[in-house]
C-alpha cells in the first residue's frame, strides 16, 4: 500500500508516519509539507529514519502535488489548525493565507485524488458546530469546572456524553471552522462524482509526548511545558478562573482509527465522525493545572483574565458514540493519563522543550 500524508512534518502527520508503519512493515509512505509551521523541521530526521519519502512543496501549489507520484490514499494532515487563524492569531497567518491553505490546498489535493483514484482521509475539526450554539449549552459550575445540567432539555446533537454529529454548524464558526466545514462538504462532493472513497474526521484537542508547545499547536502540551519551565500563564475568560472543559485524544489514536479506516474503503456508513476522548478524557484548565502542580511539585500562580474572545467556548467534550460504534474504536487514555504522559515526556526531553519555548 502506497499512502500520502499532507502536512508530514507536523506533529499528528509525523505520528501518523510512524503508526503505520508500525502496523505494516511493507507500506511505502510518501510525505508533503512546506516547514511553515513552527518546529516542523524536528520532525525531518525521525521521518527519513523511518524510509519515508520526503518531499518539500506546498499543498496550495497544484504544480507541487502533480509533482508527486500516485498513491491508494491520502491522509490530510495539512492545515492551518487554530480558531484564530485568520484574524491576527499567533501564528501571523493572514485570512487569505489561511482560506488558500485550506481551502485552496483541499481543492488541490481533492483533484489528485481525482485523478489517480486515491481515498482520502480528511481531518476536520470540532470547530466546525456554532459558537452561539456552543457557548448557550445548559451547563453549571463545580469548584473546579463547567459541567451539563442533566436536568436541562438539551439541544440537538448534544447530551450528557457532549457533542454529537448533529450539532449545528451554522455560522459563526469562526474563519477557521468554515474552511474546514468547506472542505468537508468539497470532499464529499468528488468523492461522489469521481467515486472514490472519503473519510471525515472530526477530530477534537489532540495531545501527547513530542508535541510542539505553542497555545496554537495543542494547549495540553502548552500548559505543561509552561509549568517545567515557570513560565507565566493566564486563565482567559468565563470568570477567569479555568473552568472551561475540553476533552483530548492522542494522535496515535487518531492514526488508529485511521489505519482502520484505510483498510474498509467501501463500507456503507456514515462518513463522518466525531473523534475525541469523550468524557473520559474531558479536563478544565483549572484540573490541568492541578495536575501539573502535583507532578512537577510547582507552586506557579495562574493569572486570572476576564477578556472575552470571540472565538472562545466553556464546554467541548466529544460525544464518540458514533465512531465507537461503527469502528469499534476507543480513546486508549483518560485525560489525566494523557496529561501525566505527557509531564512524564516533558520532564525526560527537558533540553529539546527548552529549545522549543526559547526559540
Not at 71 to 85: E, K, M, Q, Y
Not at 122 to 142: F, G, W
Not at 277 to 291: K, N
Request: proline share 5%; charged share 15%.
Amino acid at each position: 500500500m502506497r499512502l500520502l500524508i499532507t502536512g508530514i512534518c507536523g506533529y499528528v502527520g509525523s505520528r501518523m508516519a510512524m503508526y503505520f508503519t508500525e502496523a505494516s512493515p511493507g507500506v511505502e509512505i510518501y510525505g508533503i509539507d512546506n516547514l511553515s509551521r513552527y518546529g516542523a523541521e524536528t520532525s525531518i530526521a525521525s521521518l527519513s529514519r523511518l524510509g519515508v519519502h520526503l518531499m518539500r512543496g506546498d499543498i496550495r501549489l497544484a504544480s507541487d502535488m502533480v509533482a508527486l507520484p500516485a498513491v491508494d490514499w491520502v491522509i490530510d494532515c495539512a492545515a492551518n489548525p487554530t480558531v484564530l487563524a485568520g484574524v491576527g492569531g499567533s501564528n501571523g497567518a493572514s485570512s487569505r493565507q489561511l482560506m488558500q491553505h485550506n481551502l485552496e490546498g483541499t481543492l488541490n489535493i481533492l483533484e489528485y485524488c481525482r485523478e489517480h483514484r486515491a481515498g482520502l482521509v480528511l481531518l476536520s475539526t470540532s470547530r466546525v458546530y456554532s459558537i452561539p450554539a456552543l457557548c448557550n449549552l445548559p451547563l453549571h459550575e463545580t469548584a473546579t469546572r463547567f459541567t451539563p445540567v442533566l436536568s436541562a432539555s438539551y439541544p440537538v446533537g448534544f447530551s450528557a456524553q457532549g457533542i454529537g454529529e448533529e450539532f449545528p454548524t451554522a455560522a459563526p464558526v469562526s474563519l477557521y471552522g468554515a474552511t474546514k466545514l468547506a472542505s468537508e462538504l468539497l470532499a464529499q462532493e468528488y468523492a461522489l462524482a469521481f467515486d472514490f472513497p472519503v473519510w471525515i474526521n472530526r477530530c477534537g484537542v489532540i495531545g501527547g509526548p513530542g508535541q510542539f508547545g505553542r497555545v496554537d499547536q495543542g494547549i495540553l502540551s502548552f500548559w505543561v511545558y509552561a509549568f517545567l519551565l515557570e513560565r507565566p500563564l493566564r486563565y482567559i475568560g468565563f470568570g477567569g478562573s479555568g473552568k472551561q472543559v475540553r476533552d483530548f485524544v492522542s494522535a496515535e489514536d487518531v492514526a488508529a482509527l485511521t489505519w482502520r479506516q484505510i483498510q474498509a474503503p467501501s463500507r456503507a456508513i456514515s462518513r463522518v465522525v466525531n473523534v475525541g476522548g469523550g468524557p473520559a478524557s474531558a479536563l478544565s484548565l483549572c484540573e490541568l493545572t492541578q495536575i501539573c502542580r502535583e507532578y512537577f511539585g510547582s507552586t506557579l500562580p495562574v493569572a486570572s483574565s476576564d477578556e472575552t474572545r470571540p472565538f472562545d467556548i466553556p464546554y467541548y467534550v466529544t460525544d464518540n458514540t458514533r465512531v465507537t460504534q461503527l469502528w469499534d474504536w476507543h480513546p486508549s487514555h483518560t485525560g489525566e493519563a494523557l496529561a501525566l504522559w505527557v509531564c512524564e515526556w516533558a520532564a525526560q526531553h527537558r533540553t529539546f522543550v527548552e529549545s522549543l519555548m526559547h526559540s
